[in-house]
């Protein structure tokens, strides 16, 4: 009975609805940093098996070649440092190669085979990704009921997220008031191998030589900003709240991260730890435990807030929670002497 009723507080303490909320959170004095892969978009989900066969489609007549190249591409994803964890894709000159843009682009240019492939792997990729259509509404009820401005921190590269913002339109787009990618600058050393590469490689594939072009000559827009470092590097995220003051507000006091990676939580707080501004992180699991945190922190009301919250599914949630809480302490009482 002991074990059950420690399981029991234990989710109690957790998941309860109610707490003291201790800071005022307003629109004029918060905003809220997105991610956006696996959080608001979901990923792409069978995607080898599809890259297989769709390749083997394309071109028949040299699928094995393409078989030997998705093979190529595994072993470089999966090379491992001495320490045994996985070794970060680094160009000749030793930069780090980030983003699924750079990266493919990168594998074409150590395959030849592979080079009219990349643009259409891209587009396979962006079309098995989806919209969450319950984080969608937590972040619109956000934005456009309570007035919070949103900003898109993602580690997404720029010909990564047209492609996204193309896909989803104005339903996606429209919800962030600035968006911030991991995206290197036009004369930024980490574009020098492909820039060398386009320079002196004849006959590419007309499909993978615009594809370059467009990936290393992207500017940045009014609202698209691109941030050298990627999340959870700290000067990302201290990037991004130069970027909030200048065109939001100068009056930030509170900044919400939601992101799917403990790893960039965790440099999202020690970004901020010296700064004279509340940061508070949010790990994302799934919506409902999204909005019990937004409810813990004040955001959001159970009473104000009922309809969003029935329509995610956190009412049902926590009454099975209770239930659950229920038959552990039940099944532990202790029986009536005869």
Known sequence: MKNNLQIFLSLFIAFSPITTVTMQYTPENTIHLEDLDDFVINMARGLWPRLVLGGMYLEPTNSMNWI???????????????????????????????????????????????????????????????????????????????????????????????ASAKKFGKKFTDLFDQVCVAQPGINSPKLQVFKEFLATTKNL???????????INVEESDNI?????????????????????HYIGKNIENVFFTDDKQKNIDGFHNAFKDELVNAQGIRFKNPVQLAQELVKYGVFSEKDDQTLLDEIGYNGYINQLVSYGKKLVGSGKPQTQQ
């Not at 456009?144 to 010909?159: E, H």
């Not at 470092?229 to 700290?234: A, E, H, V």
């Open 68 to 162: 030997k190249s998705l093979y190529k591409i595994l072993k470089m994803r999966s090379k491992r440092g001495p320490d045994g964890k996985k070794e970060r894709l680094k160009d000749k000159y030793g930069n780090p190669i980030d983003g699924v843009t750079f990266q493919l682009l990168y594998y074409g240019m150590q395959d030849e085979n592979l080079r009219s492939y990349v643009p259409w792997m891209l587009e396979t990729i962006d079309n098995l990704r989806s919209l969450d259509e319950k984080t969608i509404k937590i972040l619109e009820d956000l934005k456009y009921k309570k007035g919070y401005k949103l900003i898109a921190a993602t580690n997404k590269d720029r010909v990564s997220y047209d």
């Open 225 to 245: 900003h691109h941030i050298e470092d990627p999340k959870p590097s700290q000067n990302y995220y201290k990037r991004v709240l130069d970027i909030a003051r």
């Open 205 to 215: 594939p007309a499909n993978y030589e615009k594809l370059l072009r467009q990936a």
